[in-house]
């Protein structure tokens, strides 16, 4: 049987409520670029703040000025660290989504979203993150964010590694989710079955090559190929056969090219181009940093996309990704402060879909 409500994972695109941001401080990794930092922090603030309520998490003292929510952090990462949020599904509505038998997870509820807080440690134990862990039961306990508390904290999952088409499918990657320390000694097949629990998807779709160099995530879907509207997948593609990235992002267009929709159609794929290389200069050996143009935001309205101060190439990237996105506002945003600490514009953010804030 099917339970009186069942949920989904809406896509990025649908309407929002608000993103959040976890602010950068002095006690972080942003310590010795901290301004620099900000000046991107308060652009994106901007940007969002134009079309959508903005949620600030930050400890006190921490962003002055500023309406936020008052938490200690270790870090800014608010997409690996936020709430998943799922909305309901009424009956008559079931479906629209092939969804299958729910009665093991779905539970009858008032509440039309469900706040999923997993377990982020640190992307596999590489760094501190109790108290980033420990935010989203914070921003509920204050009455930030309104649904359904769910506490999954026994299961390793961030944002960041996951990717909806708000219709039932699920596109993750291997060698992040079972990357060590994350959920062993589940095997993929159980890992699986989780997230089609959890996230009420009726499949999902591993990506198994693909890597930035310098990236610290394992290899995050949102830094290597994103879902957009009328079942497009935006990707990264290297054309130089000279580059380390070359051969794996090659066959991992391949397996996209392999893909099907649930009603048995290709995906339409949009190349995106890769950044001439960026080296962390200030590094006792210079290191490559993971500059992607797949990590951009879809906020109502419009799409904050990273850039990279390589004209030709950044705005062939903005003109790929308004194919993707007609009707919305492209707007670009300098983001070579944020990959500095191996990151860039979605993985410093998390949205919530309507209904949450406010």
């Known amino acids: 049987m099917i339970t009186e409500k069942a949920f989904r994972l809406p896509a990025e695109w649908e309407p929002q409520s608000g993103v959040q941001l976890t602010w950068p401080h002095r006690d972080t990794d942003w310590a010795p670029m901290l301004d620099e930092v900000l000046n991107v922090y308060h652009e994106i603030a901007r940007e969002i703040s134009r079309r959508e309520p903005l949620l600030i998490v930050a400890p006190e003292g921490a962003a002055p000025g500023m309406v936020h929510v008052v938490c200690d952090t270790d870090d800014t990462w608010a997409r690996d660290h936020g709430f998943i949020t799922l909305l309901s599904v009424e009956s008559s509505k079931l479906s629209d989504f092939s969804f299958a038998d729910r009665s093991k997870v779905a539970q009858p509820s008032t509440l039309n979203s469900q706040l999923l807080d997993f377990k982020f440690n640190g992307w596999g134990e590489k760094f501190p993150a109790e108290q980033d862990n420990a935010i989203n039961r914070r921003l509920y306990d204050v009455g930030a964010v309104k649904g359904e508390y769910v506490d999954h904290l026994d299961f390793v999952l961030e944002g960041g590694s996951i990717e909806s088409d708000g219709r039932g499918t699920i596109f993750t990657t291997s060698q992040c989710l079972l990357a ?124 904050l996309c990273p850039t990279y101060g390589q004209p030709e190439v950044d705005t062939k990237a903005l003109d790929v990704i308004a194919q993707a996105f007609p009707g919305r506002d492209i707007v670009p945003i300098d983001c070579r402060p944020l990959i500095r600490q191996h990151g860039s514009l979605h993985c410093c953010t998390m949205q919530f879909p309507e209904g949450v804030i406010g």
């Open 180 to 303: 060590p320390h994350r959920n062993q000694p589940l095997t993929k097949l159980e890992i699986e079955q989780r997230l089609k629990d959890y996230l009420y998807a009726e499949r999902v779709l591993w990506i198994d090559y693909g890597h930035l160099a310098g990236d610290d995530t394992d290899g995050h879907i949102d830094t290597l190929v994103r879902i957009c509207p009328d079942d497009t997948l935006l990707y990264i593609k290297c054309d130089n056969t000279a580059d380390e990235h070359y051969e794996d992002l090659r066959l991992m267009e391949e397996q996209l090219r392999s893909f099907r929709t649930l009603d048995g159609r290709p995906y339409r794929l949009l190349p995106l181009p890769m950044p001439h290389p960026i080296y962390d200069a200030e590094a006792t050996c210079p290191q490559r940093l993971p500059a992607t143009y797949a990590n951009f935001l879809v906020i109502n309205g419009a799409v």
